[in-house]
């Protein structure tokens, strides 16, 4: 019952993690209070976007570009369609922060991005319809990744590396002593390993109090859905993904994917949850439909009926930035979590990043903005 590597929490994060810690020989053991992929966590409802050229700040690009490279490697190891080259359109005011970010990125790192007026947007995809203060910077090589197809991919290839999976096994205690660290399971289980991996999304906060280590993680209820539309304007092949980014709100969305619907979401609000309960179901929560609708109404005109719409989680950070990043007091403990709703498209980076924590000590990628050490409560308990 010894590891050399136990990762507590297997879903994005976490699986990506224990395929590269098994591929470099790791005896690893991958613990899960669910049976990843599941729709208990922040990880389901089918697909997320994935962008390059990152409006929530530069430093992202290089973690973005790996992670490309790395779901391109998984697509082709495993034959799986990971990702839909549908491109993206960041939309918003010229003068917005999210939209120069958008610019700023493509030129720094010489991205293909097409900075286009709202009319030039509004020609191109009948679907939308932008105000004329509105830029549309559109990323061609972008897309979507199919979110459930990733998470199985990396279990397939992690399982054919060695990698141990124990399903609905939650951890009830972690215990870290000089020379190892004893893990505890709600069904009686004892393991132990030289090294661990916290990455447990919204149940991250809590078994990081049992190490002395209070973190500003906040888990919130989010809300998606999917609309009947004409594919005439809105399917995969003829319509992007997008990010709006407006003066009181921010939304995103996917194209009608197999003839799935247009599906948007509200990326910014929410109400803050209990991870152990249950969650209200969409359309309990006055704000659900009303504002999936008003967006569609205002930039997406075109007839539209909601089909269905689900609950998921953001684990969110004060600075809505990550935490990625080894325990100050335990060195073998490394810790992925708060990903503030836009984490997944980088699952495939992060799980080498800690892989590579754990086995060298060191990653070869700047994580320095996503350290502990900016939050200034760290370790008060």
Excluded at 157 to 170: K, M, Q, V, Y
């Amino acid at each position: 019952m010894h590891y050399d590597v136990i990762v507590i929490g297997a879903g994005s994060m976490g699986m990506a993690a224990g395929y590269f810690l098994s591929q470099s020989g790791k005896k690893t053991l991958l613990l899960d209070a669910f049976n990843p992929p599941h729709d208990k966590g922040s990880h389901h409802g089918e697909t997320r976007i994935i962008r390059y050229a990152y409006g929530e700040g530069v430093e992202y690009v290089p973690l973005a570009l790996r992670a490309r490279d790395l779901w391109q490697e998984l697509a082709q190891q495993t034959g799986k369609e990971i990702f839909l080259q549908t491109g993206v359109i960041n939309v918003g005011d010229k003068n917005i922060p999210f939209i120069k970010n958008v610019i700023k990125s493509a030129e720094k790192f010489d991205l293909p991005l097409e900075v286009m007026t709202a009319t030039e947007v509004n020609e191109k995809w009948e679907g939308m319809q932008l105000p004329d203060n509105y830029l549309g910077c559109f990323e061609p090589t972008s897309g979507v990744l199919r979110v459930e197809s990733c998470i199985e991919a990396y279990r397939e290839l992690a399982i054919n590396a060695g990698a141990t999976i124990r399903t609905n096994s939650r951890v009830i205690k972690v215990d870290p002593q000089t020379d190892k660290v004893t893990i505890y399971t709600e069904d009686g289980a004892i393991f132990t390993a030289d090294s661990v991996i916290i990455s447990a999304g919204a149940w991250a906060g809590e078994i990081l109090k049992q190490l002395d280590l209070k973190l500003p993680l906040n888990p919130i209820r989010k809300t998606f859905a999917w609309y009947d539309v004409d594919e005439k304007y809105y399917n995969q092949n003829d319509f992007p993904a997008f990010t709006f980014e407006l003066a009181e709100s921010i939304y995103y969305g996917f194209p009608s994917i197999d003839g799935a619907g247009l599906k948007v979401g509200r990326h910014d609000g929410g109400d803050n949850i209990n991870p152990d309960e249950d969650k209200l179901a969409f359309g309990d929560v006055v704000g659900d439909v009303e504002n999936l609708n008003g967006f569609l109404d205002e930039f997406m005109p075109r007839e539209h009926e909601l089909k269905f719409g689900k609950t998921c989680m953001y684990t969110m950070t004060p600075d809505e930035d990550f935490i990625i990043d080894v325990h100050p007091k335990h060195n073998n403990i490394a810790i992925a979590a708060g990903f503030s709703g836009h984490g997944f498209k980088f699952a495939s980076a992060v799980g080498e990043v800690l892989s590579d924590l754990i086995t060298k000590g060191f990653t070869d990628l700047d994580i320095t903005p996503f350290s502990i050490k900016r939050f200034s409560n760290v370790g008060k308990i």
